[in-house]
């Protein structure tokens, strides 16, 4: 496991408090090619802010949480932002609005992103913005849980049920489109089906996943 980065960057005209961004770095392609435009677009963030980069050795498959969990180890902010490699962030001000709603009283914001697979904005699933209480709460993440497609989804479910949350047009993310997805363990997809199933059908109703 090795983490990059740590360092504070400001931007010109910057005020409030800091954010922690953590951005997970697999080990395949495209994510070690798009990660450079990701970071590129957040250094434009009218936000203060330090950028944590999580990297995984080649394994045989990735281990999500565990790099969220070691990010979150070594992170200062009281505000911190799990930012998957493959976003970007065409609009400078998108992190100070999160940032804004948890000031109004929010525990985690959750951004949205155009699916290319629905064609319609959803919740980005994997991406929370929270008060940093907020996982002390809850706990670090399961780290059995192996790959990338459904292994944050227990702390979304968590999210659902234990705090108050945003998720709304007004804050939108982009995403790179990418093919890499990693090896799925049989007994993660197993396990993780359900949890799926259920939290997927709560934002069906609530209007954050296409119908």
């Not at 809850?138 to 999210?159: A, D, M, Q």
């Not at 945003?166 to 949890?195: E, F, L, W």
Request: with cysteine; aromatic share 10%.
């Amino acid at each position: 496991m090795e983490v990059e980065g740590g360092g504070v960057e400001g931007h010109e005209g910057t005020t409030g408090e800091m954010i922690s961004i953590i951005i997970p770095l697999m080990p395949i392609e495209p994510y070690d090619r798009v990660v450079k435009n990701c970071v590129e677009s957040i250094n434009k963030q009218n936000v203060n802010k330090e950028v944590i980069i999580v990297q995984q050795a080649i394994e045989r498959y990735i281990l999500k949480n565990k790099l969220l969990n070691e990010g979150f180890k070594r992170s200062k902010g009281d505000t911190v932002f799990f930012c998957d490699a493959d976003m970007t962030f065409d609009d400078p001000s998108v992190l100070g609005k999160m940032q804004a709603k948890l000031d109004e009283g929010y525990d985690v914001v959750f951004p949205k992103f155009m699916s290319w697979q629905y064609e319609q904005l959803k919740i980005a699933d994997g991406a929370p913005c929270f008060k940093r209480n907020v996982m002390l709460k809850h706990g670090v993440l399961n780290t059995g849980l192996k790959g990338i497609s459904w292994v944050t989804f227990p702390f979304l479910e968590w999210c659902l049920e234990n705090t108050k949350y945003y998720c709304g047009d007004d804050i939108v993310v982009g995403h790179q489109r990418v093919s890499g997805k990693g090896k799925r363990n049989g007994q993660t997809a197993s396990y993780m089906r359900p949890v799926f199933k259920r939290t997927v059908k709560r934002l069906k109703k609530e209007g954050l996943w296409p119908a």
